[in-house]
């Protein structure tokens, strides 16, 4: 089992930066898949960027690519998205999930934090 903890987030003006953590417990983080989602008001969850078990392959949602890099350090058990450029359509609640596939489908992970509040002002 795993626990995801996210934290990072807040106001930033659109142009800026943030810099996203997801913190995990449990022995076999470096065994797992890690993605990003967010979750905008009165929509449904969306990919935002995934990176395999060692780093080594990641995938970016197009509206996000470019501006975004995930990255991994299974040394602290710790999964980053910096993001720059940011836009106020990417004003939402960002989640992080583990699963077995690298994948940008939210259903195939199977381990969710509880988000954190990034919003991006005009």
């Known amino acids: 089992q795993v626990q995801l903890v996210e934290s990072g987030g807040g106001l930033v003006q659109a142009g800026g930066s943030l810099r996203l953590s997801c913190a995990a417990s449990?022995?076999?983080?470096?065994?797992?898949?890690m993605g990003w989602f967010r979750q905008a008001p009165g929509k449904e969850r969306e990919f935002v960027a995934a990176?395999?078990?060692?780093?080594?392959?990641?995938y970016y949602s197009d509206y996000v690519k470019g501006r975004f890099t995930i990255a991994r350090d299974n040394t602290k058990n710790t999964v980053y998205l910096q993001m720059n450029s940011l836009k106020p359509d990417g004003t939402a609640v960002y989640y992080c999930?583990?699963?077995?596939?690298?994948?940008?489908?939210?259903?195939?992970?199977?381990?969710w934090g509880q988000g954190t509040q990034v919003t991006v002002s005009s």
């Open positions: 449990g022995r076999t983080f470096s065994s797992y898949a």
């Open positions: 990176i395999n078990w060692n780093g080594g392959t990641t």
């Open positions: 999930a583990a699963g077995s596939i690298t994948i940008a489908t939210p259903r195939a992970y199977d381990y």
